[in-house]
């Protein structure tokens, strides 16, 4: 069964570097997400990408986030310059089409811990 | 905005209990409504699913009702196992313009049974 893969699994670094996320969705798959969850709390949306540009981005989705789709397979998130706020489990997930029934497909998630 | 609230867990039962996990929320419009289940180790994966007001979405022995008169999705299982055992999410969905949807999770209850 096709999967979204994420990697890292977990992701330790130090207040200040740049971490970038990566996801290979689903390969017919034509709408991206990333999500968040810092312990304790919501899953929260960041940003969603289709036709290789961002389509909507929350609050969250700051100057410090950015995403890219480099080679037709890999979508990524990076972040320029951790917070120890940053610090969550990080979701990929992709979408055929988009719609309110089109069902989202989740990674495993990357847990990030900003130290 | 929108939002969904779900019972505070953790929820821990014997196998063979009667489950009931609490979702309400408040959206605009007519949102569709999910359960999303995440194993341990594992990515978010839906569950159920309802797009409109009395539908009842149903998936390996779990049910839900999309009720819009108490804007409630309460997920019911008659019977729990102990591979049942994971971390329930509600989600809606909701245009946030254009042809993109996105979801809004609830915290999440993590349901433990025991043999």
């Known amino acids: 069964e096709p999967e979204v893969t994420q990697t890292p699994s977990h992701q330790v670094t130090q207040m200040g570097q740049e971490v970038i996320l990566r996801c290979v969705p689903i390969?017919?798959?034509?709408?991206f997400y990333w999500y968040r969850q810092i312990l304790g709390q919501k899953v929260e949306f960041l940003v969603s990408f289709y036709n290789n540009e961002i389509s909507e981005k929350s609050e969250i989705f700051d100057d410090q986030f950015s995403v890219e789709r480099p080679d037709g397979s890999n979508f990524t998130l990076k972040i320029r310059s951790t917070k120890l706020e940053d610090s969550a489990m990080y979701f990929c997930?992709?979408?055929?089409?988009?719609?309110?029934?089109?069902?989202?497909?989740f990674g495993e998630g990357s847990r990030l811990t900003v130290l | 905005g929108n939002s969904v609230t779900q019972m505070e867990g953790p929820v821990t039962l014997s196998e063979e209990a009667f489950l009931t996990i609490n979702c309400t929320y408040t959206?605009?419009?007519?949102?569709?409504l999910f359960w999303y289940v995440q194993y341990p180790g594992e990515g978010l994966q839906l569950l159920l699913k309802?797009?409109?007001?009395?539908d009842k979405g149903s998936n390996k022995g779990f049910e839900a009702t999309y009720r819009k008169e108490t804007t409630s999705f309460h997920l019911e299982k008659g019977s729990v196992q102990v591979s049942d055992s994971a971390v329930y999410f509600c989600a809606l969905s909701s245009n946030s313009g254009g042809s993109n949807y996105k979801l809004t999770f609830g915290k999440g209850t993590l349901l433990t049974v025991n043999p």
């Open positions: 959206a605009t419009g007519y949102p569709s």
């Open positions: 997930a992709s979408s055929e089409r988009s719609g309110s029934t089109g069902e989202l497909f």
């Open positions: 309802a797009t409109k007001a009395d």
């Open positions: 390969s017919n798959h034509l709408y």
